[in-house]
């Protein structure tokens, strides 16, 4: 059994006092050591296993036993190659102000849950850290829970990659049987992104929609073709949609409004009331401050409410001010 004295956390800058706060709500008997942009080491009174990066901690992207910290990227790597010969390596980096997973030449294969995974941090020229993490079920298969997806040029908004890097987070599966109703879908980013993995869409929102979704576009739900993947755009606000603008079989609730956890979250449960075959539930949650996360349990909480029992909130490596909840 592996234990060293550290373990490494690996976050978007500028939620490092928020992962502390997330630590200390979860009653860890961590003490924070060395931090810089990105990066936080915590100590415990006694060693770190493999067992305790089992903690979900929403700000933390990647939870890393520490192995140390080196001069060279070749130190570090040699350090977990020593520790654990087989382990599958990631490498990371604190890059244009972004903690940064580092693509490899080849893509990687999707690592299986129990799999060792090696990471190698870069943090300056001279400063490279080493980490060993265990696969699971419950951790992002990418370095630093980094995807590195790029937003397509014909995507309208960022809200595209949001749903990409959460369905790579978070590893879900979509297909054509799907019916995804989505709130403040305008100008169309998640909706494209589903629309391209063959999954129809109704957008309530009413805002106008890009030319490029629009393309898929319906005028009702009895025109809603056989066989292809189609968009129902209902142009209202939230608040005025009803039962019957969203017909049967929608499976999915998600949501990028621009409006507090609150509002969001009271709009979830009216629409899963609406819906009953809804199984699952994706929604960004965006805060006015970082430290909101303290709200974390309530949030959770009414997801739990509603009938969901498998729920995650977690800070995406695309998101600034924000974080994806989940609920299956």
């Known amino acids: 059994m592996i234990e060293v004295e550290f373990l490494f956390a690996l976050t978007n800058p500028g939620s490092e006092k928020a992962l502390k706060l997330e630590v200390e709500m979860a009653a860890l008997p961590w003490r924070a050591g060395y931090q810089r942009r990105g990066f936080i080491t915590f100590k415990a009174d006694g060693a770190f296993s493999l067992a ?13 036993l520490s192995l140390g910290k080196f001069t060279s990227r070749e130190a570090a790597l040699g350090r977990v190659i020593a520790i654990q010969p087989n382990a599958i390596i990631h490498h990371a ?31 300056a020229p001279d400063e490279f850290w080493a ?3 265990r696969q699971t079920a419950r951790t992002s298969p990418d370095p630093a829970g980094d995807s590195g997806i790029e937003m397509p040029p014909h995507s309208p908004s960022r809200a595209w990659l ?25 100008p169309g980013g998640v909706v494209l992104a589903l629309l391209e993995r063959g999954v129809p869409v109704i957008g309530v929102d009413p805002a106008k929609m890009a030319p490029v979704v629009l393309a898929s576009a ?19 606000p939230a608040a005025l949609a009803s039962k019957r603008d969203l017909g049967q079989g929608v499976t999915w609730f998600m949501s990028d409004m621009n409006q507090s956890p609150e509002v969001v979250l009271k709009e979830c449960a009216r629409f899963c009331r609406m819906a009953p075959s809804i199984r699952g539930v994706l929604i960004t949650l965006k805060l006015t401050d970082i430290m ?5 349990a309530a949030w959770v909480a009414a997801l739990s409410d509603m009938g969901f029992k498998n729920i995650r909130l977690q800070q995406l490596a695309v998101h600034h001010r924000e974080f994806a909840l989940l609920g299956l």
């Open 218 to 236: 319906i005028q009702g739900r009895q025109d809603a073709p056989v066989g292809q993947p189609w968009f129902y755009h209902c142009r209202k």
């Open 52 to 64: 305790a990066l089992n903690a979900e901690l929403a700000c933390a992207r990647r939870l890393c």
């Open 162 to 186: 949001k749903l990409e890097e959460a369905t790579r987070f978070f590893g879900l599966k979509f297909t054509p049987r799907d019916l995804v109703v989505e709130l403040g879908c305008a």
């Open 93 to 123: 980096r604190f890059h244009e102000r972004k903690m940064q997973g580092v693509k490899p030449d080849s893509p990687l294969e999707i690592p299986n849950p129990g799999t060792i995974i090696g990471t190698v941090v870069e943090l």
């Open 292 to 296: 909101q996360v303290a709200d974390k």
């Open 131 to 133: 980490g060993l993490h």
